[in-house]
């Protein structure tokens, strides 16, 4: 495990960060717990996403995760300041994920990922712009309009974008600021954990932020708040 | 040797500017034995530096078949013009049998001055055997990847993570592709690739500001040390 600072400054750079087998031994029980949240038909022929929010009461084991040494370690040395949970989630996933980024805020987040399931390029796996994160790094605009109508502009399919993919198996933990582009393509169904975190919000911007952040976890689209 | 153009697709273009490289697939299929004999030739002819590799400079004028090959102006010139958007200045180039890896890096840190670089190289490449790795993005200036040349000095230290590991796309390629860049993106070759060969001809914009044509000045000077300390050089106009 590469220690919290060396993990800031590849989420700093990179806009993300592979922790292979941080969580291994928390693998069995989170399965287990999965099984009871998501109930997936014996065959994996589900063809819409499962969602389920707020999970980590029901989840102790991703609740422990959450609270971890390396996790406050990656949180507070990222915010600089006391961070919170804000959100958690457990997904069936089914099929492509487009390229987006999870909004693009002034307010950093970080989501943490875990998957199930092995995942890779053809069966799923996450995939990122590096750096695409920070809006100094010129990708708002064209760059990204042109990524998003890959097909069009670039004459390329989604997976052909030249990105990084991030080949998971289970143990391993993602962690990205979610202003980062990123993607799915070619996954069948996947089982996946998440939690999300935020520093604690002082500004009127940042509690505006995260208000809207919060909001559009659950709702897909922008959530205006006045 | 009567050749056809090079060009690039509207979708290559915007590649090229997106990302900040496009790999041309088969560009050279029809020419690639006889630019491999051609390099052969003249490193064989030359007495090759063995800095990081046996090269020769501006191998493409040592040689009739480079020359029309390479230089040609509806060859990579043309296609410089094309990705650039400019018009273009050619800026030398070389030929390279390495004996090794090429450690993250990018070609000087340039402000004003837009390079471009075609590469073509003369055996197949994939991710371990030295392809060419390119962090999409890393081209476009003024931003924060200018502060971290550090971490990709030396990622193993800053990052905690090894050179291979750092997170970039991999252009594998077979010998009768070309691969342009922008050589201000972050790029290595990494892996086991001894022997790997690669011959690459560079382009710079036509300098429209006294920075850019001072920074091409440096650049087309770098490897002439004696000339560039001189006080009394001609300027670029």
Request: aromatic residues 8%; proline residues 5%; hydrophobic residues 40%.
């Amino acid at each position: 495990m590469p220690k919290p600072r060396e993990v800031v400054r590849q989420l700093e750079v990179f806009g993300f960060a592979h922790l292979r087998q941080v969580a291994s031994d928390a693998v069995g029980g989170l399965e287990r717990g999965f099984g009871k949240l998501i109930e997936l038909s014996a065959d994996s022929a589900s063809s819409e996403r499962v969602t389920r929010f707020d999970i980590l009461t029901e989840l102790p084991e991703l609740g422990r995760i959450s609270r971890s040494s390396w996790v406050r370690g990656i949180c507070e040395t990222y915010f600089a300041r006391h961070h919170q949970v804000i959100t958690s989630d457990a997904n069936a996933l089914v099929g492509d994920s487009y390229w987006h980024s999870d909004g693009f805020y002034n307010t950093p987040f970080l989501r943490f990922v875990l998957y199930l399931d092995a995942v890779t390029h053809d069966t799923g796996a996450l995939r990122f712009l590096a750096g695409s994160h920070r809006a100094d790094n010129g990708w708002l605009g064209d760059p990204t309009r042109h990524v998003i109508r890959h097909r069009q502009d670039l004459g390329l399919d989604g997976d052909d974008v030249p990105a990084v993919v991030v080949d998971s198996r289970p143990g391993d933990v993602i962690v990205f600021d979610t202003n980062v582009m990123h993607a799915a393509w070619n996954g069948d169904v996947r089982r996946q954990l998440a939690f999300n975190c935020v520093g604690e919000p002082v500004t009127e911007a940042e509690q505006l932020d995260t208000r809207r952040y919060f909001l559009n976890r659950y709702v897909s689209g922008s959530v205006l708040i006045g | 040797m009567s050749l056809a153009p090079l060009s690039a697709t509207a979708a290559e273009v915007t590649h090229f500017r997106t990302f900040g490289f496009v790999r041309l697939r088969g560009a050279h299929d029809d020419v690639a034995p006889a630019v491999t004999e051609a390099f052969e030739d003249v490193l064989g002819r030359s007495s090759p530096g063995r800095q990081a590799g046996a090269g020769v400079s501006r191998i493409a004028e040592r040689s009739d078949v480079l020359r029309a090959v390479l230089l040609a102006d509806h060859r990579c010139p043309r296609l410089a013009r094309r990705l650039l958007g400019t018009d273009v200045v050619y800026a030398g180039g070389d030929g390279v049998r390495h004996d090794g890896a090429v450690e993250w890096h990018r070609d000087g840190d340039h402000r004003a001055l837009r390079l471009l670089k075609i590469v073509q190289y003369l055996d197949p490449l994939r991710g371990r055997t030295g392809a060419l790795r390119i962090i999409p993005g890393t081209h476009r200036r003024g931003g924060s990847w200018d502060t971290f040349t550090a971490e990709l000095d030396d990622p193993l230290r800053r990052l905690g993570m090894e050179p291979i590991d750092v997170p970039a796309f991999t252009v594998e390629s077979s010998p009768g592709d070309l691969v342009a860049f922008d050589p201000h993106s972050y790029h290595a070759s990494l892996g086991d690739c001894y022997g790997r060969r690669q011959i690459t001809t560079t382009y710079a914009s036509v300098p429209e500001s006294d920075e850019a044509r001072r920074e091409l000045s440096d650049y087309l000077l770098a490897d002439r040390p004696a000339l560039r300390e001189s006080d009394d050089l001609p300027a670029l106009t």
